[in-house]
């Protein structure tokens, strides 16, 4: 399989992220075992080397050049699915506590042979976000809560910021159109606590465009929220 290893790293240069041999190297084997896994679980459409260095590797460290994770914070990545953005995180940030979220175990089963393999911790938790934003151990606990192509922004703001604590940060990874999402997400925002939002604008090499939605939380999220199952996309708030 076509080495990715020194072009990601100059690729992650340009963005402001500098990744070392062996950070090149774990992103060489994470993507083998994507390919290799895809086979066997639906993980991913994007299996081409360049395509899978840029859209979903690059695409991910481009939110360590948008905004500021401090030193051992607590990031749980919402839907994670194949581990995009939290596990390419934390391969760049070795420092933070990763906590992997997704309602599918089989995808969580792969995470886990991922970061065995990378010699990486990481917490997996096989649980709906809704469920996980009413678990006390889990509600308003992490600095950072990151979600990528999830769900619209009205919608996955109410599966996010229930999980942020205290002047914690929410970042929403979007493609083009982020600007009418943001105007229909605004109630919802102000509803579950958000406060100060920036939106910082990406051009990937050839994917293009991305959007990063960057909102700090100043309140904490009304206790009945986020609401159950359904509920949350049949009627955003």
């Known amino acids: 399989m076509k080495d990715i ?4 790293k100059t690729m992650a240069k340009a963005y402001g992220v500098r990744l070392s041999e062996k950070q090149a190297g774990q992103f060489q084997t994470y993507m083998e075992m994507l390919v290799e896994w895809n086979e066997k679980i639906n993980l991913t459409a994007i299996t081409e080397p360049d395509q899978v260095a840029e859209k979903h590797f690059l695409d991910s460290l481009t939110v360590l050049s948008s905004c500021q994770i401090k030193e051992g914070a607590k990031v749980i990545d919402v839907g994670t699915g194949a581990g995009f953005p939290g596990l390419v995180l934390k391969i760049a940030r070795p420092d933070i506590e990763l906590t992997l979220l997704d309602g599918v175990n089989k ?3 792969f ?3 991922v970061c065995g393999a990378l010699g990486l ?3 997996l938790v096989h649980k709906r976000a809704e469920e996980a934003g009413r678990d006390k151990e889990m509600r308003e606990r992490f600095d950072l809560a990151a979600a990528r192509a999830v769900a619209s922004l009205n919608v996955l703001s ?3 910021l229930p999980l942020v604590k205290m002047k914690g940060f929410f970042v929403a990874m979007k493609g083009p159109g982020a600007e009418q999402e943001l105007t229909e997400a605004q109630r ?3 509803l579950l606590g958000g406060g100060k939002m920036e939106r910082k604008q ?3 090499p050839t994917a ?4 990063i939605i960057l909102l700090q939380k100043l309140r904490f999220t009304p206790k009945e929220y986020p609401r159950h199952g359904g509920t949350i996309g049949k009627h955003p708030l």
């Open 5 to 8: 290893r020194e072009q990601l």
């Open 107 to 109: 995808k969580l089963n």
């Open 111 to 113: 995470l886990g042979e």
């Open 121 to 123: 911790e990481a917490r």
């Open 158 to 160: 109410e599966y996010c």
């Open 188 to 190: 919802a925002l102000e």
């Open 202 to 204: 990406v051009q990937l």
């Open 208 to 211: 293009g465009e991305r959007n």
